[in-house]
Protein backbone atom coordinates (compact mmCIF):
# COMPACT_ATOMS: atom_id res chain seq x y z
CA UNK A 1 0.00 0.00 0.00
CA UNK A 2 1.53 3.30 -0.69
CA UNK A 3 1.39 5.89 2.07
CA UNK A 4 -0.37 8.39 2.43
CA UNK A 5 0.84 12.52 3.38
CA UNK A 6 -0.78 15.56 4.70
CA UNK A 7 0.53 18.85 4.36
CA UNK A 8 -0.44 23.28 4.11
CA UNK A 9 0.54 26.45 3.51
CA UNK A 10 3.63 25.82 1.12
CA UNK A 11 3.44 29.70 -0.37
CA UNK A 12 5.81 28.76 -3.22
CA UNK A 13 6.54 32.34 -4.89
CA UNK A 14 5.37 34.25 -2.00
CA UNK A 15 8.55 36.71 -1.74
CA UNK A 16 6.91 38.66 1.16
CA UNK A 17 6.06 35.47 3.33
CA UNK A 18 9.45 35.37 4.12
CA UNK A 19 9.32 38.54 6.83
CA UNK A 20 5.66 37.98 7.91
CA UNK A 21 4.55 36.95 11.10
CA UNK A 22 7.64 34.53 12.55
CA UNK A 23 8.87 34.86 8.70
CA UNK A 24 10.77 31.54 7.12
CA UNK A 25 14.12 30.85 7.69
CA UNK A 26 15.29 31.36 4.29
CA UNK A 27 17.41 33.93 2.07
CA UNK A 28 15.67 34.44 -0.65
CA UNK A 29 12.57 32.79 -2.40
CA UNK A 30 14.53 30.94 -4.98
CA UNK A 31 15.84 28.97 -1.83
CA UNK A 32 12.30 28.81 -0.19
CA UNK A 33 10.72 27.13 -2.69
CA UNK A 34 13.78 24.49 -3.60
CA UNK A 35 13.86 23.65 0.04
CA UNK A 36 10.36 22.69 0.35
CA UNK A 37 9.90 20.88 -2.91
CA UNK A 38 13.47 18.86 -2.11
CA UNK A 39 12.00 17.97 1.67
CA UNK A 40 8.89 16.92 -0.08
CA UNK A 41 10.16 15.11 -2.80
CA UNK A 42 12.56 13.37 -0.12
CA UNK A 43 9.32 11.82 1.88
CA UNK A 44 6.77 11.15 -0.85
CA UNK A 45 7.08 8.96 -3.43
CA UNK A 46 5.39 9.01 -7.11
CA UNK A 47 2.41 6.78 -5.72
CA UNK A 48 2.07 8.09 -2.30
CA UNK A 49 -0.70 10.50 -1.92
CA UNK A 50 -0.38 13.95 -0.31
CA UNK A 51 -3.56 15.69 0.68
CA UNK A 52 -2.92 19.17 0.26
CA UNK A 53 -4.43 21.60 2.92
CA UNK A 54 -4.45 24.90 0.47
CA UNK A 55 -1.91 27.98 -0.26
CA UNK A 56 -0.13 26.57 -2.84
CA UNK A 57 1.56 28.48 -5.21
CA UNK A 58 1.93 32.19 -5.65
CA UNK A 59 4.18 32.01 -8.54
CA UNK A 60 2.39 32.77 -12.19
CA UNK A 61 0.73 29.97 -14.50
CA UNK A 62 3.71 29.19 -15.78
CA UNK A 63 5.87 28.81 -12.39
CA UNK A 64 3.04 26.71 -10.72
CA UNK A 65 2.91 24.49 -13.54
CA UNK A 66 6.62 24.04 -12.97
CA UNK A 67 6.14 23.46 -9.47
CA UNK A 68 2.97 20.72 -9.79
CA UNK A 69 5.66 18.88 -11.94
CA UNK A 70 8.25 18.89 -9.66
CA UNK A 71 6.40 17.07 -7.08
CA UNK A 72 6.09 13.46 -6.75
CA UNK A 73 2.75 11.70 -5.63
CA UNK A 74 -1.13 11.64 -6.23
CA UNK A 75 -1.73 15.38 -5.04
CA UNK A 76 -5.24 16.19 -3.65
CA UNK A 77 -5.92 19.49 -2.85
CA UNK A 78 -8.22 21.35 -0.04
CA UNK A 79 -8.94 24.90 -1.53
CA UNK A 80 -7.27 27.43 0.99
CA UNK A 81 -7.67 31.65 0.86
CA UNK A 82 -4.85 32.15 -1.41
CA UNK A 83 -5.83 29.41 -3.76
CA UNK A 84 -8.06 31.25 -5.99
CA UNK A 85 -6.32 30.09 -9.69
CA UNK A 86 -5.52 26.63 -8.64
CA UNK A 87 -8.52 25.94 -10.93
CA UNK A 88 -6.48 26.80 -14.20
CA UNK A 89 -4.79 23.54 -13.29
CA UNK A 90 -7.29 21.68 -12.20
CA UNK A 91 -6.28 18.97 -14.52
CA UNK A 92 -2.92 18.42 -12.81
CA UNK A 93 -4.10 17.17 -9.42
CA UNK A 94 -5.99 14.11 -8.39
CA UNK A 95 -8.61 16.19 -6.55
CA UNK A 96 -9.51 19.73 -6.15
CA UNK A 97 -12.34 20.33 -3.27
CA UNK A 98 -12.94 23.14 -0.55
CA UNK A 99 -13.39 20.61 2.15
CA UNK A 100 -12.63 16.70 2.24
CA UNK A 101 -14.08 13.58 4.34
CA UNK A 102 -11.83 10.32 4.22
CA UNK A 103 -11.19 7.23 6.32
CA UNK A 104 -7.55 6.09 6.52
CA UNK A 105 -6.77 2.61 8.06
CA UNK A 106 -9.77 2.87 9.82
CA UNK A 107 -9.87 6.64 10.93
CA UNK A 108 -11.87 9.01 9.70
CA UNK A 109 -10.34 12.60 8.98
CA UNK A 110 -11.63 15.63 8.41
CA UNK A 111 -9.72 18.00 5.80
CA UNK A 112 -10.46 22.03 5.92
CA UNK A 113 -7.79 24.41 4.97
CA UNK A 114 -9.07 26.51 8.26
CA UNK A 115 -9.12 25.46 11.95
CA UNK A 116 -12.81 24.60 13.07
CA UNK A 117 -14.04 23.75 16.82
CA UNK A 118 -16.80 21.77 15.74
CA UNK A 119 -16.43 19.18 12.76
CA UNK A 120 -18.05 15.94 11.65
CA UNK A 121 -17.65 13.39 14.50
CA UNK A 122 -16.06 15.79 16.86
CA UNK A 123 -15.80 13.99 20.46
CA UNK A 124 -16.41 10.52 18.88
CA UNK A 125 -12.77 9.58 17.34
CA UNK A 126 -12.81 12.25 14.01
CA UNK A 127 -9.28 13.82 13.63
CA UNK A 128 -9.39 17.28 12.27
CA UNK A 129 -6.62 18.46 9.80
CA UNK A 130 -5.99 21.95 8.76
CA UNK A 131 -3.14 24.40 7.92
CA UNK A 132 -3.54 28.40 7.85
CA UNK A 133 -2.08 29.01 10.80
CA UNK A 134 1.62 28.82 10.17
CA UNK A 135 2.12 26.93 13.65
CA UNK A 136 0.80 29.74 15.66
CA UNK A 137 -2.10 27.56 17.22
CA UNK A 138 -1.11 27.07 20.88
CA UNK A 139 -0.01 22.62 20.28
CA UNK A 140 -0.80 22.11 23.40
CA UNK A 141 -4.90 20.55 23.19
CA UNK A 142 -7.20 17.94 24.33
CA UNK A 143 -8.98 18.43 20.62
CA UNK A 144 -8.57 16.02 18.07
CA UNK A 145 -7.04 18.68 15.64
CA UNK A 146 -3.22 19.23 13.56
CA UNK A 147 -1.64 22.40 12.02
CA UNK A 148 -0.09 19.96 9.14
CA UNK A 149 1.11 23.12 7.94
CA UNK A 150 4.66 23.09 6.67
CA UNK A 151 5.79 25.70 9.45
CA UNK A 152 5.49 23.01 11.65
CA UNK A 153 7.17 20.05 10.45
CA UNK A 154 10.57 21.25 9.37
CA UNK A 155 8.92 22.25 5.69
CA UNK A 156 8.35 18.72 4.80
CA UNK A 157 4.89 17.14 4.81
CA UNK A 158 3.58 14.98 7.36
CA UNK A 159 3.17 11.04 7.17
CA UNK A 160 0.42 9.63 8.65
CA UNK A 161 1.88 7.85 11.56
CA UNK A 162 3.57 11.00 12.66
CA UNK A 163 -0.11 12.20 12.63
CA UNK A 164 -1.69 8.92 15.03
CA UNK A 165 1.48 9.25 17.05
CA UNK A 166 0.17 12.98 17.99
CA UNK A 167 -3.64 12.77 18.07
CA UNK A 168 -3.67 8.85 19.37
CA UNK A 169 -4.68 10.63 22.69
CA UNK A 170 -6.87 13.30 21.68
CA UNK A 171 -11.05 13.18 21.37
CA UNK A 172 -11.87 16.20 23.54
CA UNK A 173 -14.24 18.61 22.83
CA UNK A 174 -13.98 22.48 22.44
CA UNK A 175 -13.42 23.88 25.73
CA UNK A 176 -12.13 20.43 27.20
CA UNK A 177 -9.70 21.44 29.69
CA UNK A 178 -9.69 17.81 32.00
CA UNK A 179 -8.29 15.51 28.81
CA UNK A 180 -9.41 12.61 27.26
CA UNK A 181 -13.23 12.15 26.94
CA UNK A 182 -14.72 8.75 27.50
CA UNK A 183 -15.96 7.71 24.44
CA UNK A 184 -19.82 7.91 24.41
Not at 109 to 116: E, N, Y
Not at 137 to 154: I, K, S
Amino acid sequence: MNDAYFTADLHLGHEKLLGLGNGRPFQSIEEHDEAIIDNWNARVAKGDRVYLLGDFSFGSRSQTNEYISRLRGQIHVVLGNHDRVLDRHAHRFASIQSYKTLALEGQKLVLFHFPILSWEGVGRGSWHLHGHCHNNLPAETVMARLDVGVDGHNFEPWNFEEIRQVLKDRDGLPGDHHGKKEKR
